[in-house]
């Protein structure tokens, strides 16, 4: 197996996972409890790459940080690198790929959160960012979690987005999905079997450790 691949893809995950730890939440609980009468604008918004196909996504996140855009050139006058073809061009469209399967599930477990708690919370004299680590955060514990996950399993499967942005650079950009892929187009179903076996395991068994401890969270500690 391509050890190099799985290792760049697993750490993409979890910078992704992170990142949208920091975005996602305040987003999703602006979303659970703003009355805006166009939030439905940001929840399409939100949900696109859902529906979008990943090379179109890709193509339009490669012109909005190539060389000739305003943040391509900020970028590169900042760090002294391009973003296209590097790791952090890959962190930038992984974010933006996988936010749906975060933000979405946030926002459910933000939305299950008793408003009443909240609003108890601000009235005893407590601040909004403290009521939302020290309440409504606990609470929506289970949904987070779901996203926490969503988002890792979903980043380690990218195919289009990735090679739209990264390319195929061994031990930089080549992620396990590219990898599976050269290995199918070099006809070795041996090594393509083995990796997406391995994979397949692994995505298993994350999924039913986190909906295991998911129930457990519920029974143990109720949203309501």
Sequence with gaps: ?????????????????????????????????????????????????????PTVLGFYVLMAI???????????????????????????????????FAVQPFASGFSAVDRRLLEASWSLGVSRPATFF???LPLAWPGVLTGMVLSFAHTVGEFGVVLMIGGNIPGHTRTVSISIYDEVQALDYAAANQTSLALLVFSFAVLAVTYGLQRKIIHVWPTR
Excluded: N
């Design 1 to 53: 197996m391509d050890w190099s691949a799985i290792w760049l893809s697993l750490r993409l995950s979890a910078c992704t996972t992170l990142v949208l730890l920091v975005l996602g939440l305040p987003l999703a609980f602006w979303l659970a409890h703003t009355r805006w009468r166009g939030k439905f604008l940001v929840e399409a918004l939100v949900a696109l790459p859902i529906v979008l196909p």
């Design 66 to 100: 190539g060389p000739l855009s305003p943040l391509g050139q900020f970028y590169e006058s900042l760090f002294g690198q391009r973003l296209p073809f590097t790791f952090q061009g890959l962190l930038v469209a992984s974010v933006l790929y996988s936010l749906p």
């Design 134 to 136: 020290r309440v409504a």
